[in-house]
């Protein structure tokens, strides 16, 4: 049997990985200045890295690791499957086990007319493949001018050229000429940033309302689809008011254009519930899953559509899917740890005990000189960092200054918390205990100060003037 855990030396680790290995986000020649930290184990919540530093993974690897690390029971299902169907295809008239029964139990998991699902590689082959359903929908309904899709900025759908597409970020559009055309995105309803004067309430209002107005612009027979996180996730947890998702499901029940809720975070029990849509009580058309399906043990997503969009599209061939599209091993795993959250009450638990405990101690933070709001539901939660509470002021330094100076503080104390621009965010295993929410809160109160001192050394601690 080979295992890497005789391994080469920390430095020669590291100079090997800048030598050949390119990092996703990563500016390599910065990384390769700095270090990067080798990880060759892990436990539970816990990492291991190659020095034997034992590090609390304060995200579930990237928000996905929902069952935490090192559970038998999926490794040696995945042994299991590779030994006796490794992998077949099911493009040209065939499926097998693992397909069949991991299909029924997602559409057992998922909200009730959502009964179909196309298996995917990933979150962002999910987005991907339900752009291309949507569109299809509508032209086979005779409607082939419905294509537009309406996204948000700061939403993050991945990395593909559709899904950074629907993505919000402009520096991601930035490269490789993005985005496709027919999409267009609208504000996102983040009140610490965005909300002025406006109470929370108001201001999610006012930001759902821009969907109607926008549909209204286009035209209602240009639109395919609305798509969006029930909580923005690598924007920065972005909760939205209360206000602004039923307000939102309002205008998609007015107007006949579907619903995609990019559940690829949200879903399989970080927001206390099997999905974000029960949370936030949305009727989604069509679901995008991948991360917390598998717990990250394996690469596997969904697209997850309703009767009405299968019976339509079924009329016809559908040009798409991957060599991967609902691979043996991974199903397997995936429908094990669906089996393991589901018996061991592990999202029921987060929700009940855990989550509750996390948000006590995560709102004390707001106590903190640097922390303007800290906002948390389940397992998921952030804070935005600032100069000045009052007035919710930005620092003047350019955005993410002050966030990697928390983050750098946090990894060197044995934290991975991340940071989003000037916002701090967690997404812990749905597992994790009390216990060890105490020492997430004191490293991350200890990394906070240490990044004050930091920052105001450096004469970093300076409001942004407002913006007009
Ligand atoms: N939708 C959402 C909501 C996501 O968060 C994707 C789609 C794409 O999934 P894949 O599996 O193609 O990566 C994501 C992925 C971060 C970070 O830094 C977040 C994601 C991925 C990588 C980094 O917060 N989310």
């Known amino acids: 049997m080979s295992h890497i855990s005789n391994h080469l030396p920390t430095a020669e680790l590291q100079a090997l990985d800048a030598a050949h ?66 992998f077949y295809n099911t493009f040209f008239q065939t499926t097998h086990l693992p397909a069949i029964s991991l299909a029924e139990k997602v559409c057992e998991k998922t909200p009730q007319n959502l009964n179909h699902v196309f298996f995917v590689g990933s979150g962002s ?72 004067d406006l109470s929370p309430a108001e201001f999610g209002w006012a930001r759902a309302q821009e969907l109607e107005r926008t549909i209204n612009e286009l035209g209602e027979d240009r639109i395919a689809a609305f798509v969006a996180e ?47 849509s029960e949370t936030f009580k949305i009727k989604p058309d069509v679901m995008t899953i991948a991360k917390g399906l598998s717990s990250g043990y394996q690469p596997i997503g969904g697209c997850v559509i309703s009767d009405d969009i ?51 101690k995560w709102e004390e933070l707001e106590a903190h000189p ?37 983050r750098d503080r946090c990894f060197a104390n044995n934290l991975v918390m991340r940071h989003v621009g000037d916002r701090m965010v967690i997404s812990p295993s749905l597992i994790i205990t009390p216990e060890e929410i105490d020492i997430v809160m004191s490293r991350a109160w200890q990394s906070l100060d240490e990044a004050e001192k930091i920052i105001k050394t450096r004469g970093l601690w300076k409001v942004a003037p407002p913006v007009c």
């Open 21 to 86: 290995h390119l990092h996703p986000f990563t500016a390599e020649r910065r990384l390769a200045e700095k270090g990067v930290r080798v990880i060759t184990r892990a436990q539970g919540v816990w990492l291991t890295d190659s020095d034997g530093q034992k590090i609390i993974d304060g995200m579930a690897g990237l928000w996905c690791v929902n069952i935490g690390y090192g559970r038998e029971e999926l490794a040696d299902i995945a042994a299991r499957q590779m030994r006796e169907l490794p």
């Open 125 to 196: 082959e999910a987005i991907d493949t339900s752009i291309r359903m949507v569109r299809t929908y509508w032209a086979i309904r005779g409607y082939s001018e419905k294509k537009a899709i309406i996204s948000r900025k700061n939403a993050y759908h991945g990395s593909t050229v559709g899904a950074a597409s629907l993505g919000g970020m402009t520096s991601m559009h930035e490269q490789g000429d993005l985005p496709i055309p027919n999409v267009h995105h609208i504000n996102q309803p983040d009140w610490w940033s965005e909300g002025g």
């Open 230 to 276: 029930p909580i923005q996730g690598a924007g920065g947890a972005i909760i939205p008011p209360e206000t602004y998702w039923p307000e939102i499901q309002r205008i998609c029940d007015a107007y006949e254009i579907l619903l995609i809720a990019d559940e690829v975070i949200c879903g399989f029990g970080r927001t206390g519930n099997w999905f974000g």
């Open 310 to 360: 299968a019976e339509v599209l079924g009329q016809q061939e559908f040009y798409h899917g991957y060599t991967y599209s609902g691979h043996p091993v991974a199903a397997a795993v995936a429908l094990e740890n669906i089996r393991l959250l589901e018996e061991e009450n592990i999202i029921g638990r987060a929700a009940n005990v855990v989550a509750p405990y996390l948000k006590e």
């Open 370 to 406: 640097m922390v303007g709001e800290a906002r948390i539901i389940g397992l998921i939660a952030s804070i935005a960092l600032t100069p000045d509470k009052e007035t919710r002021a930005k620092f003047a330094a350019a955005t993410g200054t002050s966030g990697e100076i928390v």
